[in-house]
């Protein structure tokens, strides 16, 4: 079982830096490839950045290709998901998401263990 935190989120303007991490519990959460996504209202969760568990291989959409760094933190049991360059259309629900197994993945049905969410807000 693994439980997760978000935390980073807020309201910025377009353009504007937001860092948000990640708190997992447990003793094995290199272990688990990580994942962040995001659901704006009215629409579908979408893939936003993956980890893989030793943090050698990450993967990203076009749409935040090149603004979005995930990184992690084995030893603090974190995973980070630095976003530079926000956009107005970024706006959603930001959530931490585990995978049990080191392997990255695009799919959300293959993350086991999901966190609250946080909020993040880019006004225009």
């Known amino acids: 079982q693994v439980q997760l935190v978000e935390s980073g989120g807020g309201l910025v303007q377009a353009g504007g830096s937001l860092r948000l991490s990640c708190a997992a519990s447990?003793?094995?959460?290199?272990?688990?490839?990580m994942g962040w996504f995001r659901q704006a209202p009215g629409k579908d969760r979408e893939f936003v950045a993956t980890i893989s568990g030793s943090g050698s291989r990450t993967y990203y959409p076009n749409s935040v290709k090149g603004r979005f760094t995930i990184s992690r933190d084995n030893a603090k049991n974190t995973v980070y998901l630095q976003m530079n360059g926000l956009k107005p259309e970024d706006t959603a629900v930001y959530y931490c998401?585990?995978?049990?197994?080191?392997?990255?993945?695009?799919?959300?049905?293959?993350?086991?263990?999901w966190g609250q969410g946080t909020q993040v807000t880019v006004s225009s």
């Open positions: 998401a585990a995978k049990p197994a080191r392997v990255i993945s695009v799919y959300s049905h293959e993350y086991a263990y």
């Open positions: 447990g003793s094995t959460f290199e272990t688990y490839a």
